[in-house]
């Protein structure tokens, strides 16, 4: 038989047990600010400064960051599993790299990238941004966060379906399920056969959707379900 082909989602609550606070942690960067204000386009042309503060600050925080127990299991089933292990995160955070993994596709954009709302070039963003900052290919003052915000279309969507499409196993870890299109990829594995597994601390909003489903801390129940996998 061949190796499973296995399709990761990971959200904020993978990083939840590295510091960094998820959208719906009380008293967190989140809750602070509301979501029109600093996640969406008209946030940014409303208040800038506003804008890249906040991103400023979640930089500062993750770059201060380390990865955890969930963070290298998945890098290890990376490197350890005979098939294919696609890894999808929402987060923009760069903890799955830090904890050893490769090709990470970061569906919501990277805190440590920056982009020209001019002519879409990328480059690492510094760790202050500055608003008005010029963009080092067209030279335009245009530079903001290469953050998705709502209303904006997900990176990588295309590689992401074609990936799922092909899916024997697809496992959500530490999202509440409740924003799409991520929010649906698990129907889009169930459609193709593919075994369906949440981990989660409280069950998403989609739970019924998943065939296993397995409570818990991601530092606990990633590390075992990898060793599952990779012990055949
Ligand atoms: P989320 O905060 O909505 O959900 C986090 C999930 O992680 C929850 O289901 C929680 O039970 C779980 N969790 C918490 N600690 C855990 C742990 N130690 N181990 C395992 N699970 C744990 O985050 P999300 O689902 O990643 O959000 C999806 C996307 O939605 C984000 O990328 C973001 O773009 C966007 N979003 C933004 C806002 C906002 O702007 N305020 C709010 C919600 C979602």
Redesign the pocket.
Known sequence: MTAPSIVILT????S??SGLG???DEGGL?AQHR?EDV?TPEGFARNPQLVVDFYNARRAQAAEASPNAAHRALAQLQAEHAGSVTLVT??VDDLHEKGGSTDVIHM?GALNSALCATCEHRWPAPLAMSVGQDCPNCAGPTARPDIVWFGEIPYHMERIERTLANADVFVAI???G??YP?AGFVQMARHVGAETIE????P?ENVGLFDDVRPG??SETVPNWVAEILAG
């Open positions: 959200g904020a609550g993978i939840a047990e998820t959208f719906r989140w979501i996640a929402q987060n919501h530490g999202t509440s409740n924003v991520a981990m989660n601390l409280e998403g801390k991601a």
